[in-house]
């Protein structure tokens, strides 16, 4: 079934029903800067000639996340596209209808496609590239508040043991301020045990073990490159060590034009028949046809690299 955005309560109460609570990143803000990131990604991977008359976000939206739209000739506005649904079903189960509401046009539209008007599909199966873009977003999300909190759990090596209320919030305060890096910090003498002793106890001695942070960027580093690869940007996507060679780096090459390549055949097909139908010249490049990515050389005293260019 094709994909249509949604609002976030109702995207909520769908994946709630399959996606753990603890785990789920939907509709965070992390998560929304990752998408925000991931869609400016995609949409770099392809050049379009479109009318200059078509608003760009609404044409990216349509085609990308709705993953269809419809092109074709009104009265008021002449050549136009909007996203749309679909209906219908022809001799091989696909959608023969697109259907079109606008108030802006004032009227629904219900048009044949092939004749009355071209559409435009990003996938074969109608779909758009949000549930890529939204499963990446959420990994790279996961990994950041991941290494914050492992950044923040790495300052603190020690326990408090409190006797009651009162003096854990005392605690907390003698923590934040020295945190906030204070020079000198004061409390009261009831924090002392009875032999004149904090009462406080070392649970880490060790606190680069307990950092992670570093790995967990490395990891962040390794899904953008995998993404990377989805969408068609050239990278190498792997752990490169001594004795790798360049045939072995550039084997990732196919795998990354794969879907881009899909995503511009199909996209070209729409076009094709909206330049026919209409006498447009609609076209669509995949930026990185036939471009193998760069091989970086760090050093033999690097143990491991990914690299992701685009």
């Given amino acids: ?20 609570g603890t785990v ?3 509709d965070t803000r992390l998560a929304q800067f990752f998408r925000r990131y991931l869609w400016e990604k995609l949409y770099s991977v392809f050049e379009f000639n479109i009318p ?13 996340w709705v993953g269809r739209l419809a092109i074709f000739h009104d009265d008021r506005f002449g050549d136009i596209f909007q996203h749309c649904t679909l209906g219908g079903r022809g001799l091989y189960y696909q959608p023969t209808r697109a259907l079109i509401a606008n108030p ?8 044949e496609i092939g004749e009355e008007c071209a559409l435009v599909k990003m996938q074969p199966d109608y779909c758009g590239a949000y549930d890529l873009v939204s499963f990446y977003a959420d990994m790279l999300a996961l990994c950041a508040e991941a290494a914050g909190m492992n950044i923040v759990n790495s300052k ?59 790995s967990i960027l490395e990891d962040m580093a390794k899904w953008d490159a995998r993404f990377n690869t989805e969408i068609g940007i050239p990278n190498v996507n792997i752990a ?4 790798v060679s360049d045939s072995e780096v550039h084997a990732n090459d196919t795998d ?7 995503w ?47």
């Fill in 256 to 262: 990354v034009q794969s879907k881009a390549l899909v």
């Fill in 240 to 243: 490169k060590q001594s004795g």
């Fill in 52 to 64: 200059k008359e078509w608003d760009q976000t609404y044409f990216r939206w349509s085609l990308f």
């Fill in 156 to 214: 603190l090596a020690y326990a408090f043991a409190a006797k009651n209320e009162a003096q854990a919030e005392s605690f907390k305060k003698l923590f934040d301020n020295i945190q906030a890096g204070n020079p000198a910090v004061f409390f009261d003498k009831k924090l002392l045990d009875e032999e004149g002793n904090i009462s406080w106890q070392m649970f880490n001695q060790d606190l680069q073990r307990n950092y992670i942070a570093g």
């Fill in 264 to 310: 511009v055949e199909e996209i070209r097909k729409g076009f094709d028949k909206a330049n026919e139908l209409f006498g447009l010249d609609l076209s669509v490049k995949y930026k990185y046809e036939e471009e193998k990515p760069e091989v970086l050389d760090y050093g033999e005293n690097v143990d491991s690299w990914s690299v992701a260019r685009g």
């Fill in 24 to 26: 789920h990143v939907k």
């Fill in 1 to 20: 079934m094709p994909y249509t955005p949604v609002t976030y309560d109702y995207n909520n109460l769908y994946d709630s029903s399959f996606s753990p």
């Fill in 104 to 111: 802006v046009i004032g009227k629904s539209l219900n048009l």
